[in-house]
């Protein structure tokens, strides 16, 4: 059974940090892709960043680009989300994503993904 576990979020004062991290378990994650996403109350879930298996390949939304950094440890099966210089519009439900091998990297959409964290809450106060 494919399980992905969000832990790290909390509330945090905006300029402050947070880090998330995924663990990923069930099966083999060789060669799949991992993603964040978020959602707002009221609002879709939102593409946040992406990293290939090999790490070189790494993609943000606009929104973060320059404040969030993601990465992984193939080892761990375990990929994190640093969070620097957090703002209230940062405040949402973060999920973890594991996007299987399709020859192509850089999905950004919901549906480019077969499997789902449980999300982890972050709340950014001003």
């Known amino acids: 059974q494919v399980q992905l576990v969000e832990s790290g979020g909390g509330l945090v004062q905006a300029g402050g940090s947070l880090r998330l991290s995924c663990a990923a378990s069930?099966?083999?994650?060789?060669?799949?892709?991992m993603g964040w996403f978020r959602q707002a109350p009221g609002k879709e879930r939102e593409f946040v960043a992406t990293i290939a298996w090999s790490g070189y390949y790494i993609y943000y939304s606009d929104s973060v680009k320059g404040r969030f950094t993601i990465s992984r440890e193939n080892a761990k099966n375990t990929v994190y989300l640093q969070m620097n210089s957090l703002k209230p519009e940062d405040t949402a439900v973060y999920y973890c994503a594991a996007r299987a091998p399709v020859g192509v990297v850089g999905g950004s959409k919901v549906e480019d993904f077969d499997y789902w964290g449980q999300g982890t809450q972050v709340n950014v106060y001003s």
């Open positions: 069930g099966r083999s994650f060789s060669g799949y892709e």
